[in-house]
């Protein structure tokens, strides 16, 4: 049977990559962000079928609308939870707002749209939950103790739902895997989301250091070989690097 995708962050970077590629290997998708114009970019990319969300992850509603949006489908498969902001700064200089702001979107959207997903998954009989963390969150950096924090919160959430699910289709449950990707630098609009400017600036001089970073394709490539893998193999975790990546 055909995927059933919700991909959110699905206007830029990764989350569009993930988007076309997935509506490559057949899969309908439900695109969710904030901006409708680039969700309607991502839909003129993509060939085959879609529908636009558009909403704020940190809204309780996007999860349940997305979901319901993809009922029309079928209901829900694969939840790619991409979307994500890096708001990093300083903590000696940093607000807490953005904090708030940082684990709100990157743990708190994702754990929303997980538990607007999951019922549906376990009724239909399967499921497919890919987390975007990054390597930031297993390796913090000056400047990002919040944002590695929330990448490393997702982790274990990742880890332990992961767990969980196999315990529950251990005793008759259905088999719902669980995959977590972590990339070190891609080349996308992420670094705009940084305020503050020499942090902005200091992140900038550092991708730009690299002779080749990675692209979103190279993750979308990521997401479809966790997803297209056969129903017993759970990729369960993944960190992905440009080459010349130290750590
Ligand atoms: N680029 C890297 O080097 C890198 C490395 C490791 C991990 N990652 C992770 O990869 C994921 C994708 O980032 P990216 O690099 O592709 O950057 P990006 O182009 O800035 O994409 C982030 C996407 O998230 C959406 N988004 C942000 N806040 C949202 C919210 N509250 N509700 C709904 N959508 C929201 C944005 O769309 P709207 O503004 O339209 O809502 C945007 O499309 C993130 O989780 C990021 O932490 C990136």
């Known amino acids: 049977m055909a995927h059933v995708a919700i991909v959110t962050g699905a206007g830029s970077g990764i989350g569009r990559a993930v988007a076309v590629r997935l509506a490559d290997i057949g899969a309908a998708v439900v695109l969710v962000g904030r901006r409708r114009d680039a969700l309607e970019s991502t839909a003129e990319a993509l060939n085959g079928e879609c529908v636009l969300h558009v909403g704020d ?26 979307a994500g902001i890096m708001p990093i700064a ?32 376990r009724r239909r009989g399967a499921g497919h939950i890919v987390n975007i963390s990054s ?28 767990a969980e699910l196999a315990a529950d289709m251990k005793r008759g449950g259905p088999p719902i895997r669980v995959t977590t990707i972590a990339p070190g630098a891609v080349t996308t609009d992420l670094i705009s989301s940084i305020r503050d400017e020499r942090t902005r600036e200091g992140t900038q001089q550092y991708y730009d250091s690299m ?15 966790a997803v297209e893998s056969p129903p017993h193999v759970c990729v369960s975790d993944l960190e992905i690097r440009p080459t010349e990546m130290t750590r």
């Open 57 to 82: 992850i940190r809204d309780p509603d996007v999860g349940r609308s997305a979901d319901a949006a993809a009922e029309q489908f079928g209901g829900v498969s694969v939840l790619v939870n991409n």
């Open 90 to 121: 300083p903590m000696t200089d940093a607000s807490l707002d953005a904090w708030r702001d940082t684990l709100d979107t990157n743990v708190f959207g994702p754990l929303q749209m997980i538990h607007a997903a999951l019922p549906g998954m």
């Open 135 to 162: 390597v930031a969150g297993r390796h913090p950096f000056p400047a990002a103790a919040v944002y590695s924090a929330s990448k490393a919160a997702l982790d274990a959430i990742g880890a332990g739902l992961r």
């Open 211 to 225: 002779a080749a970073p990675l692209t979103a394709d190279d993750i979308a490539e990521a997401v479809c070989y």
